[in-house]
């Protein structure tokens, strides 16, 4: 699994991180596991024969359809999770891919969690006190900000940001000022690399060395929340890079076990399996896996068992034409958005052609000085639009939600002076 990890995590925990342990029912479940028990009177198990479901069964849109039905795994799927890390069979696939895909340099491993959502809470609440700084890009993902961060009473340090994503230079300048005037100096750094939420930025290659450079410097643990990754459609319809394209991510770099890297069934699959992957330096995971288990019990058993069942089903071949597949939907929709934007709104809005996932982010002109002077217009006309950020004159579109057909461009038609 690569080189020993070269941060001491001890040294980062917070005064929670530090106590996290493993809840009572895991450790028991890990003795009985390794002492080949025989007779099990110490735990709150409910009995398997009690449980009501002998199979789950479900029907894709293509038709194929397919069944849980062995009695280990529909047994596992309803019981309480007797692991930390998630199903077995489930982890095991997940850290297969994460394995083929990243080819991470330093130590790590994986865990199944409870979607990207719960795992930012935790590992925030991992590595930070109330009144810590994180650093974000200066326009962010709005549960982070308001739902972790504020909530929390954490505080946000933004990083200017240009069509690249976040600008090292401007991250090398804030921890440098910090330093000078004694200020705390961050543990974190919270990135979406891309199609950035709300911006649709993707960070490139060479831009990712910098900024990780810059995190070694100051030794910073970059939080890689990469919703989107599977969604990239760079370069058109015609050259969609499947998962054997995608270009490398700050994991795949992570030569100190400094990345903690979130992936997400949201986006891919579908938000209400409550599904993703984590993947960090085992210290920092294995805190987080009992997290999980302590707050959550771990994954929904149920959900964990379906998506087994699909990803058997579909196998690497099948998997990789269902990703070809968003590709090519997010894609045809971004390019019809795109098109209604340049038809209907130019000279009243910059925005660039959307290259990953679901977002277009489009600054207002005309003299607009916020979002609001346009929004409630817009709904009134019957178009519901997100504000881009709360201190920028700007509109979040998304490219997939709205089934328009083809060449509809006259949703985005402004009204008479509804810009002006």
């Known amino acids: 699994m690569g080189s020993v990890t070269a941060i001491d995590y001890d040294q980062l925990f917070s005064a929670s991180g530090r106590a996290r342990g493993p ?19 110490h735990g709150g198990l409910p009995a398997a024969a009690n449980f009501p479901f002998e199979s789950f069964s479900y029907t894709l849109r293509n038709g194929q359809r397919s069944t849980v039905e062995e009695a280990s795994k529909v047994s596992m799927a309803q019981q309480y999770n007797l692991t930390l890390t998630g199903h077995p069979d489930l982890r095991h696939w997940m850290r297969q891919h994460v394995l083929n895909q990243h080819r991470p340099p330093s130590q790590h491993d994986t865990y199944v969690s409870s979607g990207t959502n719960h795992a930012l809470e935790v590992v925030t609440a991992l590595m930070m006190e109330r009144g810590d700084p994180i650093l974000c890009e200066e326009f962010s993902y709005f549960y982070m900000l308001d739902s ?42 919270y990135t979406v690399p891309v199609g950035q939420n709300p911006t649709g930025t993707t960070v490139p290659l060479e831009r990712r060395r910098q900024l990780y450079k810059v ?93 087994m069942e699909l990803l058997d089903q579909w ?62 217009q817009l709904a009134e006309d019957g178009v519901m639009a997100s504000d881009g950020d709360m201190q920028l004159a700007a509109i979040r579109l998304t490219v997939i939600l709205h089934n328009y057909p083809e060449r509809h461009h006259n949703i985005l038609k402004p009204q008479p002076g509804l810009l002006l």
Not at 29 to 40: C, F, G, W, Y
Not at 155 to 180: C, F, N, T
Not at 350 to 373: H, I, N, Q, S, Y
């Open 215 to 307: 995190a070694q410097e100051w030794n910073l643990i970059i939080i890689e929340d990469d919703a989107y990754y599977y969604l990239q459609y760079p370069n058109g319809a015609d050259k969609l890079p499947g998962t054997h394209a995608l270009g490398a991510s700050y994991l795949s770099m992570d030569t100190d076990g400094r990345v903690v890297r979130m992936d997400s069934c949201s986006k891919l699959l579908a938000p209400g399996l409550r599904l993703g992957w984590v993947t960090a330096a085992p210290p920092l995971l294995e805190k987080m896996a009992m997290h999980t288990h302590a707050s959550l019990n771990g994954p929904n058993g149920i959900c964990q068992a379906l998506l």
């Open 23 to 41: 809840d009572a029912l895991a450790a028991m479940a890990h003795l009985s596991d390794t002492n080949n028990i025989q007779v099990r009177m």
């Open 315 to 376: 196998g690497e071949a099948g998997f990789e034409k269902y990703v070809l597949s968003m590709q090519a939907e997010y894609q045809r929709r971004a390019a019809i958005l795109h098109a209604a934007v340049e038809k209907e709104l130019t000279g009243l809005v910059e925005w660039r052609r959307p290259t990953a996932g679901m977002f277009m982010w489009l600054k207002l002109l005309a003299g607009v000085r916020d979002a609001d002077e346009v929004l409630p």
């Open 148 to 189: 972790v961060i504020t909530a929390a009473g954490y505080k946000v340090l933004p990083v200017a940001m240009d069509e690249y994503g976040m600008k090292p230079e401007h991250l090398s300048k804030i921890l440098q000022q910090r330093s000078e005037l004694g200020m705390n100096i961050p543990r974190l750094l």
